[in-house]
């Protein structure tokens, strides 16, 4: 089959490798439908993480179940699923409390590959949910947004305790932070301040939900944010870059009481203890539990009360992912779509 | 008046000082009738904190009002009254949110001391809460403890989310973390693990409820915490200590999607992103909004509901306060009450 992989940072190829197999009782084999590339991808890419050897790429996807292993009971062959990009059994004490992404018997998509013909996926009952209906176009793009930067803008919305009366800051005009603002206003936030220096996103932003524009970083953003907040500051906040200096303005932008959703996977981030005890916020952040939000989010995006297909403004065959890898580096687009 | 100044690291003096009077409207001078030396109060004693010479001490405090200011309203000359440790409005967003630890017109009583037979305290009415009925000598024990030690604790288990069901571990065997221990039994917790080595420390923290006892420290004591938990770590954390060793502790013993209420003040912590990222544990902390609780605190005390004057294991006269200062910083001592 096909599958993108990643020989050394920039060096993205796609190449013939070996069909997936049912390696244990409780995998399913399904056939991607679409895949996409996470921002995450680009950490690699980019040099940021290391790189050994040739990797499969890509945690993202949506597909048709092929195969079911002997143990797999709620998924049957045929179903089109959407899954998180963590695979979970959906049953250990940790997933019952809602943090599926840390699963005792956790596996990242990550390390299988999903910008392929075919993934195995682990945990197929606790991992995938099946989606009933004829999706639409649109409707597809945003199911495949649900596997993971829908899902972890919402994880990062909740995480931050957007709702009602609230204001929420976003750090971050990726599409995660992005769909951190759509998650925001439908959880029913007063007012959403995006940062954002970029035009396009900005408009995508406001398409969104945000109601603020806040072009200046760092400690000027945070300056900005507490002048529009009546010197207080946010009372949620989401962080979706992952670098010390969104990390520090999500914290500063934030009033004591105030909840910071932290989702941007930490990259070189070091916290000063007495900042945090000075600042009093609530930190709450991680791989987000997708799995808990699909079934909500898949009702949304079938009855088209949210688009966060949106984001998805570059379109490209499986066979022309290096392309969409050099458009997100730089920044020619926010989200890429791979068909098939 | 007579008062406790540190002069430099280890140089405890009872000397004589001006009397406090009123500096703004929304003053009220109290008549100190108890105090007592905090932990946090060894950081500059012991030097971890820049002494800059003659500074008055303590911060916690219970008293009778003995001259208020023209914009006081709700307290009264000659009310029995206890009060947090950091001085509030009560009426901003941040106060009414319940951070008043963290009121945008904050004075940090620690700045002004209370180890002293007068003392000033800025915002009155937002401040102190008056006492109705004669406390017993227990129960006065209890109210001094409320003012700080006893409150901290609480608001660490009200972080952590200690209640019904809940495993929650304690770091620290200090005041703080065994009023912790107190806190989590009130709010239902079902299992509370205290990590001491302390014999007569473990012994108190049965007292207050503990069920297990962890003496291992670090990444042993860590280890322990997942055995008594079936691997995942407690629900529910306090860290009551401030150090680099007992935040991880605290952090790391706790599974994902758990709480961490941390209430040492950081001394040297840093911690990395990364680490928090992986940890997807909720971290809240810093310096407590005692005054949140003190309605309530005060309620159970006076119905002998609850007893968190056992933390104090030595009474001293205000002119003894130097020895009070070497039994606490010698760990003779949990906690020290001056009487005056």
Known sequence: MRAVMLHAPGDIRVEDIERPTLVEPTDAIIRVTAACICGSDLWPYRGAEDVHGPAAMGHEYIGVVEEIGDDVRDIQVGDFVVGSFVASDNTCEICQAGFQSRCIHQVMMGSIGTQSEYARIPWADGTLVKVDGEPTEEQTKSLLAASDVLGTGWFAAVAAEAGPGKTVAVVGDGAVGLLGILAAKQLGAERIIAMSRHADRQALARQFGATDIVEERGEEGV???????????????????????????????????????????????????????????????????????????????????????????LTLPLEEAAEGYRAMDERRATKVMLTF
Chains 1, 2 share one sequence.
């Open 223 to 313: 300056a900005r944010i507490k002048e529009l907040t009546g010197g207080y500051g946010a009372h949620s906040t989401i962080e979706a870059v992952g670098t010390q200096e969104s990390m520090l303005q999500a914290i500063h932008a934030t009033r004591p009481g105030g909840h910071v959703g932290f989702v941007g996977v930490s990259h070189g981030v070091t916290l000063e203890g007495i900042d945090l005890f000075v600042s009093t916020v609530s930190l709450l952040g991680g791989p987000a539990p997708v799995r808990r939000f699909l079934p909500e989010l898949i009702e949304l995006i079938m009855t088209d009360q949210i688009n966060p297909g949106a984001v998805f403004d």
